[in-house]
């Protein structure tokens, strides 16, 4: 399984981006995915995922309200769409992918992900 993460950049406060993952090496359906992201100075904090399905999501606390997940099994990719965004939000943001049941459970835990993309880079400047 591979993971391509991208979309992500430099925006000023209250702006938005889209990050897009797109995954390969086995059926997407099968697999459960997460956004994480990492601050510098700071442990990598789930974000929000989705199950297999795309009806069942989950959010931290402070995104809640601005940030959205989605996928097209379609096309094998998952998207985090993230509005109003805040300084606080700049950190490296990861795609995470595992295979599961397919039920309407999120995962949220590091530990849960077997499959990691590599980063992009999100910077929201004051």
């Known amino acids: 399984v591979q993971l391509q993460a991208s979309g992500g950049g430099l925006v000023q406060a209250g702006g938005s981006l889209r990050l897009s993952c797109t995954f390969s090496g086995d059926t997407f359906s099968s697999y459960v995915m997460g956004w994480f992201r990492q601050a510098p100075g700071k442990t990598r904090e789930f974000v929000g995922g989705i199950n297999w399905s795309g009806r069942s999501t989950d959010y931290i606390d402070s995104v809640k309200g601005r940030f959205t997940v989605s996928r097209d099994n379609s096309k094998n990719t998952v998207h985090l769409q993230m509005a109003n965004l805040k300084p606080e939000d700049t950190a490296v943001y990861y795609c995470?992918?595992?295979?599961?049941?397919?039920?309407?459970?999120?995962?949220?835990?590091?530990?849960?992900?077997?499959?990691w993309g590599q980063g992009t880079q999100v910077t929201v400047s004051s």
């Open positions: 995470a992918a595992d295979r599961r049941a397919r039920n309407n459970y999120v995962y949220n835990q590091i530990g849960d992900y077997h499959y």
